[in-house]
């Protein structure tokens, strides 16, 4: 693949999803630490990843990619993933995190609100943001998982010599928050999932942990509004939207350093 070489601060991290045309990928967004822009990788097949190729949050990548063509959002990169190297880290160890660091690459990008990013979508197709909310809620539904068969089914029809790993489990809850914009006195308010691969991971991992769904729903609320939304907490959230839906905007991930 012709294209250049982007050094980027990964910020999030999709739960994968299958798609007809890719398989299995991971939509993965960051900063170019060049530019200091925001942009899109994608298709990234993470679990087919070479372990050395696998990368977490806040890990600073080197990867070819050219703008994609069928793609016309401007943060939107396609990859060569033969060519992702991690070449270094913000410290994201319990209790060491570098809140500094973080803040210093991150909030520079920071747009006003979550009302600018929806009208800088409409006028110039902004599709990846991140800004202050206010009055923040938490909240889960149930949704159907009677696609799990067919998700089972395209895993066991793979090809012997393609990377063999567990079918993709299709987590029974959508989670979501709703909010104001902290810096924004006409809006209306928003509600928005949340995709990020760190509550969808948490609901799989802690099941063994909790004895009842209400307390492992319970512990995940703890987490993503008890913690990440605290009064103590200088919160942050991580937006994109949809390639066939630009209205439609999902919770990337939440940037939540400690208040001074």
Known sequence: MNGET????????????????????????????????????????????????????????????????????????????????????????????DWAERKKIVLPTVSKSMCEILRLSEKEDKSLGVFKPRDVRFFWEKVSVEDQKEINSYYAQKDFLEKQKNPLEKIPYVFRYSFFCANEKDCQGHTYPIIDWEIAQSFRSWRAQYKTTEKLLEMIEKKWIGLLCAPDRDTYFYVGNQLRFRDNFMILGVLYPPKK
């Open 6 to 97: 982007k050094r980027i601060l990964v910020t999030v991290k999709a739960y994968p999803n299958l798609s007809r045309k890719y398989g299995e990928t991971v939509c993965v967004a960051g900063i170019d630490l060049h530019s200091m822009q925001w942009v899109r990788l994608y298709p990234i097949p993470f679990r087919d990843l070479d372990n050395d190729r696998k990368f977490k949050k806040y890990r600073i990548i080197e990867v070819k990619a050219i703008k994609a063509s069928n793609d016309h959002r401007p943060e939107s990169y396609k990859v060569d993933r033969d060519t992702i190297k991690v070449v270094g880290s913000i410290d994201t160890r319990p209790n060491k995190v």
